[in-house]
């Protein structure tokens, strides 16, 4: 693997409280392109490590880069522009409720500042990708937890993303919606090479890109081959 | 519903900025015109051995805007009144010269006091009566009022600006996900905070199209004018509409500062 890393990780330690910290001195790196899951019991961490690829947390000591931004000293202009290269998915989906599905999906294209005819064009490109065409002025809660996970899978896509960064992706949905959204991150990662980081509690047994899996245990992070 | 109590609660306390702000500057404008009159109707008496000159008098004070000698027959008839036993043709001879000063603008009570000192030093003045005891009562009463309707503004203006921040925390709580969700995607802070601008200007629009039409009535019907007792000076209408530029400016500034004071409070968080 000659590709570049996006994401480096060096004896970082994160932490909500001074002295209690969730990951303790942990290395690691994620290249460009990868499939990485992060897994590991309730509690151990993970979301915890995601938030700060996203810069919801700072590291306590260490370092974390992210796609060459150091994130320690970060400072809110520049977090504001490296989440524009982000593309996040959350368990609970996050859609502005008040918003039409095309309206949310539009949100980081609107935040990149393309034209409106721009915007209109891979929205409804995306829409059908997620097969959600003809829903489009839907509102969120007028759809089921699948088409709303859809929804923010498209978001996601929207302004092609160096990085996908998704929490529990598929832990409210059913099967059908599941493999869907598994789906659409394999060909995010396999046509796009979008590098994509998912925590879960267990990985699909029938996915069919190559993955790297990382294991957290007790604050420390573990490269599982 | 909820929509419509949220935008009244912000233009409530806008309208009481607005209508605090507007009646100040009516006030301010009613009390300049008032000093005008009284400055108009109120004069000093100087008594001098020699003739004086307008010219001779502004070279002491430019305030001074004109003069006017006192026919000394008046002076003589009020003595024959009083039946003073005097010649009163010789009389005439030996009399001063009287005059009758006006100032441009009516001078506070140190002002006063330094024109008639500066007054008393020209040659040839003997007197000068600034009938300082009545000009102490107006001038002071008009320093009340004035001091009156800031007190009235400045009061309501804390109060309303509490209000006003108050209300524009609440609709930061209320878009809080919305600002969350846009922060996580890299959205500036105005684009975040875009619809508490929008809300803003739709209300302190509405607010101040409000105190217009309030204003507008009570202009109209007079009851300005009657509630302060001065039926004889007018309200310009024309102006008042010229203040709700100003009027809305100052409304939209107030809410601009409380937007940028609650969203720098908000999404530590998100932002780090």
């Known amino acids: 693997m000659g590709s570049k890393s996006v994401i480096i990780a060096k004896d970082l330690t994160l932490a909500y409280k001074p002295n209690v910290p969730i990951i303790r001195e942990s290395s690691f790196r994620i290249r460009s392109g990868e499939f990485v899951f992060i897994t590991g019991p309730s509690g151990s961490g993970k979301s915890t490590l995601l938030k700060s690829f996203y810069g919801e947390l700072r590291p306590q000591s260490g370092a974390l880069q992210i796609g060459g931004v150091m994130m320690e000293q970060i400072k809110p202009a520049k977090l504001a522009f490296l989440r524009k290269y982000l593309g996040i998915i959350f368990q609970d989906y996050k859609l502005i409720k008040e918003w039409t599905v095309k309206k949310n999906v539009m949100l980081p294209l609107l935040i990149a500042g393309y034209s409106k005819d721009v915007c209109e064009a891979q929205t409804a490109r995306l829409l059908k990708h997620v097969r959600l065409q003809g829903k489009e002025d839907y509102y969120p809660l007028e759809l089921s937890g699948g088409e709303q996970q859809r929804v923010a899978m498209a978001r996601a896509l929207a302004h092609n993303p160096v990085i996908i960064l998704a929490d529990e992706p598929t832990g409210n949905l059913d099967e059908y919606s599941s493999r869907v959204i598994w789906g659409l991150l394999e060909g995010a990662n396999e046509q796009l090479r979008t590098t994509v980081v998912v925590v879960t509690h267990s990985i699909p047994p029938n996915l069919e890109v190559p993955y790297k899996h990382f294991y957290i245990e007790e604050g420390k992070i573990y490269e599982i081959s | ?272």
Do not use: C
């Not at chain 2, 309208?15 to 108009?40: G, K, N, T």
């Not at chain 2, 309707?149 to 006003?164: A, G, H, N, Q």
């Not at chain 2, 929008?198 to 507008?216: G, P, R």
């Not at chain 2, 009570?218 to 004018?225: A, D, K, Q, W």
């Open chain 2, 1 to 272: 519903m909820k929509s419509l109590k949220n935008h009244i609660s912000l233009i409530i306390p806008l309208f009481a900025i607005l209508f605090a702000v507007e009646f100040y500057l009516i006030i301010d404008r009613l009390i300049a015109d008032y000093e005008v009159r009284l400055s108009s109707d109120y004069s000093i008496v100087v008594v001098s051995k020699k003739p004086l000159t307008l010219e001779e008098l502004k070279v002491v004070d430019p305030g001074i805007q004109s003069m006017k000698e006192i026919d000394s027959t008046l002076i003589i008839n009020r003595l024959k009144e009083n039946s003073i036993s005097v010649n009163y043709e010789e009389l005439k001879e030996y009399l001063p010269h009287f005059y009758r000063v006006y100032l441009e603008t009516l001078p506070s009570s140190q002002q006063l006091e330094e024109l008639r000192e500066k007054l008393s030093k020209v040659d040839g003045i003997e007197r000068v009566e600034t009938f300082r005891k009545t000009h102490r009562k107006i001038y002071h009463f008009l320093l009340f009022v004035k001091n009156i309707s800031k007190l009235f503004l400045f009061i309501i203006f804390v109060t309303s600006v509490m209000l006003v921040f108050k209300q524009i925390e609440v609709w930061n709580l209320e878009h809080q996900e919305r600002m969350y969700i846009m922060a996580l995607f890299g959205a500036p802070l105005w684009m975040r905070n875009a619809i508490l601008v929008k809300l803003s200007i739709i209300d302190t629009t509405v607010s101040t199209i409000l105190v217009y039409i309030t204003y507008s009535y009570l202009i109209s019907s007079g009851s300005i004018v009657k509630l302060l007792g001065i039926e004889d000076l007018s309200i310009d209408p024309a102006q008042i509409a010229g203040d709700m530029l100003w009027l809305f400016g100052i409304g939209l500034f107030i809410s601009m500062v409380n937007i940028i004071i609650v969203s720098s409070r908000q999404y530590r968080i998100a932002t780090v």
